[in-house]
């Protein structure tokens, strides 16, 4: 079984891959129309059955259907739908540059919500790397500033180097200038890929002369050392010397070193980092502090767009606090950075948000506002258009109950008066019923509000859908027999080994059937000590004055517990939900039973049994966590972190 599974892929296509003027338009912002994206699964992937159950097979999901997607500067968005709805594949298709007709000079910068390594796109020397600490993987995340230090260095190494080996800053420029025809390749392949009539005759034909470039280019890469005469050595020695005064200047015209330490500082201070912890090896850290030190190597980024896909996951109070008031004053020190957010904070989103977009069958609606204040909106149009239905009902059935009167006074009496007015009513109801406002708010006009072919003269009256509300019951413990605490603790201490402190000192704790309790603490306080010691994780013969009643079954979600999953989906991708739950309780839990358990949880259909585990979003797995631990019943239930659902 392979140890990695390929990543879905997006396909995205708008009304720009042909229309747009032109890809070097320089705009503040993103206008995106026609706007389609989907996901598929790996081509040729063949995955075999597992004992008879669902097993996880190649399908197309559509995320978006000719929707349209507008982001200005200096505007915080907040991006909301359900769960597995497709946000994080949108953040993701932003951030790769997938989407046609973002302006080139847009830099875009992305926390994914599980993000864990970074890429760099800049030739790599040969030098073994030392590990880097918390603070200088922070301030060498800028991809821009690193690509041109890495090129100084390699220049200046061929260079110094030149005494004794005069063809090294020849081979190094012809490498350097190697690279970069390779994206402008890439670059130009995507253009002529994407354009038609004369604008892409234009693009093919850039097309080869760059295929020329590069073919020359890889030749000169390999050529041997006679072949290159001394007047080319001479020529391309001073190019090389030339790039690098080039590059020296770029350098200099961003903003200095220590600066940017200092900034870098701030951050990792405001997210909860000492200066011991700035100190330490990056490679040390847990999963979530490597996700604190990741968001904070994007908030040093001088980028136009800022993309944060549940920034609050991974922080304690303080530091949600913190991000909030830093976010809030990009606004006034840099106007013309965009932001983008998805986050199951309420109050996160209502402090920040000027502009939300929902994501909801398949298409983006915006609205000018939060999310508190778009839900009050909601309400009162569906109050609004709810009334002006019933009241349109009501007038609807006297004008029938009058037509069927005067067809029967006209046919009686033989008034031709009668039977006109009667179809004349009629007409009305089949042409003029429906909506009697505007999109502006004021009289419907029909080749305003309604252009185009239809059936009728006026659109239906439709009120917004209730979103369906998922209602997360804790199944019924099995009777204990007899009465008694779940879990006591008496004046409990426990330290940790080669530490020179306690972390629990004369801790005193009972917790009865029906308790709810809620820890709270500064990071490093000990909350994740205390439930280790409640469950008895390995600290058992460390500490006394636990006990725990005979008849108890814990359930316990760890804050790690989506990157657990996703390391399960990735070690064996014909994994699903459905067969994951199975597995871990082959002898209690049947395939029916196990999705009864997840459609409780609002995952249902394809979902849990033809979607990879590895491809569920993060609120999808954080449900299939909370099954695992509904199953079989458990009398006491432990969060290290309220789960995001």
Partial sequence: MPDTVTPPNILVSCQQTRFHRSNTIVSSGIDIRGLNVRVTSSAGEDI?????????RAEEVEILVDAELKLKAGECYGLVGRNGSGKSTILRALAEGLIPGIPPTTKISILQQTSSTTT??????SDEEQPKTVLQHVVESDASRNDILRDISVLSQSLDAA?????????????????????????????????????GLQARKALRVLEGRFKESAELVGQADEEISEETLQNEAREAVDLLSDLQSQLEQMEPLPSVTSQARTILSGLGFTPATMSAAFHTLSGGWKMRCLLAGILLQPATLLILDEPTNFL?????????????????????????????DRDFLDALCTTLIVLRDHTLAYFSGNLSAYEADQAAQKSYLTRMKEAQERQVSHMEKTIREGIRMGKKTGDEGKLKMAKSRQRRIDDRMGMQVGKGGGRFKLNRDLAGFHRTNRAAIETPPDEKIINIALPTPPPLRFPGPLISLERVTYTYPNASKPSLKGLTLVIHPGDRIGIMGLNGGGKSTLLRVLRGDGVEGACAGVERHPRLRLGYYGQHAIEDLQRIGQADPSLTALTHLVDQNPTTLTPPTARALLSTLNLHGPTVSATPLSQLSGGQLVRVALAQILHPHPTSCFWTKSPRI
């Fill in 48 to 56: 075999s059955d597992r004992k008879g159950k669902a097993k996880a």
């Fill in 120 to 125: 760099t796109n800049s030739i790599e020397s």
């Fill in 163 to 199: 005494v004794g080996d005069t063809l090294s800053p020849v081979y190094t420029l012809r490498q350097m200038r190697h690279f970069r025809l390779r994206a402008e390749l890439a670059e130009a392949e995507k253009n002529a890929s994407l354009r038609s009539g004369s604008r």
């Fill in 316 to 344: 304690d109070l303080h530091g949600i606090i913190w991000l909030q008031r830093h976010l809030l004053s990009l606004r006034t020190t840099t106007p013309q950075k965009a932001i983008l957010l998805v986050s199951h």
